[in-house]
Structures are given as structure tokens and as C-alpha cells.
């Protein structure tokens, strides 16, 4: 099982980024997959997920409006565009791979995940 996360750089506040995350070694279209961020000195936290066949989508209340999720479930992979980044977005993020997308399982289940990328960074600052 591979989760890989890609597209991560530096950008200026009010700037734009795209992560993806190419997936590989289990069955794409019977999983929910999750992006999660963590910043120095602090957890883990849950960003967004999205259901297979996109019937559910989950965002953070901090990244409504900013952020949009989606997959591509003919090739394996899930797209995080993020726009209007804020000093505050800044951190490690990861993709993950679960049975569930919901607001009960992005925050404080983490352990629900049973796949995990090895994340990629995101620094937003002038």
C-alpha cells in the first residue's frame, strides 16, 4: 500500500497550492481518503475527506470556502486545491486512507485511518 502526497511549497498569503495524492495497493474505490495536517508543536488535525463516489464531503470549519476536495477514481488519486492560503496553513500535510469520511472520524479517530502517506509541506509566508 502506497499513499503518496505531492505539490507542497512555499507561498505567499492569499496564494494557491494543489496537492495530490497518488494511491496505490488497495481497492481506490471502496475507501474514503482524508487530508490531515500538522504544524510544530501541535496534533494532528483532520482537513477534509471525501467519500467514495463523492457521495460525502467533509471540511474543516478553518478551511471552508478556501479548500475543495476531490478524486479521480480512475486514477487513484485525490486533489486537495487550496486557495487564499493563510500563515496559519501552514504545516506538514498528509493523505490517508479510510472505510469512513464524517466529521466524527477526521476528528479525534484518527486511528479510523488505516493508510498513510508521509506528507508533504506547506509554508505560507511573505
Known amino acids: 500500500v502506497q499513499l503518496v502526497e505531492s505539490g507542497g511549497g512555499l507561498v505567499q498569503p492569499g496564494g494557491s497550492l494543489r496537492l495530490s495524492c497518488a494511491t496505490s495497493?488497495?481497492?481506490?474505490?471502496?475507501?474514503?481518503i482524508g487530508w490531515f495536517r500538522q504544524a510544530p508543536g501541535q496534533e494532528r488535525e483532520g482537513v477534509s475527506c471525501?467519500?467514495?463516489?463523492?457521495?460525502?464531503?467533509y471540511y474543516a470549519d478553518a478551511v471552508k470556502g478556501r479548500f475543495t476536495i476531490s478524486r479521480d477514481n480512475a486514477e487513484n488519486t485525490v486533489s486537495l486545491q487550496m486557495n487564499n492560503l493563510k500563515p496559519e496553513d501552514t504545516a506538514i500535510y498528509y493523505c490517508?486512507?479510510?472505510?469512513?469520511?464524517?466529521?466524527?472520524?477526521?476528528?479525534?479517530?484518527?486511528?479510523?485511518?488505516?493508510?498513510w502517506g508521509q506528507g508533504t509541506q506547506v509554508t505560507v509566508s511573505s
Open positions: 471525501i467519500a467514495p463516489r463523492d457521495r460525502h464531503i
Open positions: 490517508a486512507a479510510a472505510l469512513q469520511c464524517s466529521a466524527a472520524t477526521m476528528v479525534g479517530h484518527l486511528n479510523l485511518f488505516d493508510y
Open positions: 495497493g488497495f481497492t481506490f474505490d471502496h475507501y474514503s
